[in-house]
């Protein structure tokens, strides 16, 4: 009888661990259809400091990983490090008389997957607050590419999402998946998800399970006073004043279209 009873129990859980689908799969399958439109962008920029009497001029080099848009070549970055307003956000420098720091952008260079070729892009429209930029390839040379596809759906909370980047070039550019899911959602300073798991890259779009962009993740600051924000903000975030979060597609649209609408003019 004993024999019986555990036999009776354990049927539904063998049932369901056999109906489970093959989530290997399913995660193959989106990493193949967004890699494509996943690009590798190298960037120079002029940084320029001043603080008191003294000035100092640097050119600086690295590679972001942007997200393709339309078929015109408009391209999603992140902009933390392409604007002196973008970048003052992100350290929480206000202006004043004491410091201050110019970001001029000198050269976009665009790779798509493993390719050695690489695609000249211009600068088109930066967020600060955000900390996004829109970037336009000037001459796709007749290379055909196909835009990310955007959702607009509900995002309740447990829903897992994930997002697409790329390794560097030492590591051939390997695609690669990183998952996540809502664990909370604010209407302040906008309405944006509160995300847990390995999604961190910010400025790439975040995806669900059939490979459809949802939003983008950018860095929200709350506006608070010092004394105003509790130490467990502080604990969990790494920051006084700002954290991550998801910024659903319907915000994100507007940016886009002013972004395409800039993007006509550049040549």
Known sequence: ?????????????????????????????????????????????????????????????????????????????????????????????????????????????VTFGSETKEYEAKLVATDSQLGIAFLKITDLEGRTITPITFANEELPIGRELLTVSRLPKGFDYAPYFATGRIIGEVNKPRKAYLMEGNISEMGLPVYNMKGEAVGVMVRLRHGLKDEEVDFGFRSNFGSDDTAAFLLPTSALRPLIEQAQQRAASVK
């Open 1 to 109: 009888m004993r024999h019986l009873w555990l036999f009776t129990v354990c049927l539904p859980l063998i049932a369901w661990t056999q109906a489970t689908p093959d989530t290997s799969a399913a995660y193959k399958q989106v990493l193949e259809k967004i890699q494509p439109n996943i690009v590798t962008v190298r960037v120079v920029i002029k940084v320029d400091v001043k603080a008191e009497d003294e000035n100092e001029s640097q050119e600086s080099k690295f590679t972001l990983q942007g997200a393709v848009l339309n078929s015109d070549g408009l391209i999603l970055v992140s902009g933390v490090l392409l604007s002196s307003e973008s970048f003052k956000e992100l350290i929480g420098l206000e202006d004043n008389e004491q410091v201050s720091i110019t970001i001029t952008p000198q050269s976009f260079k």
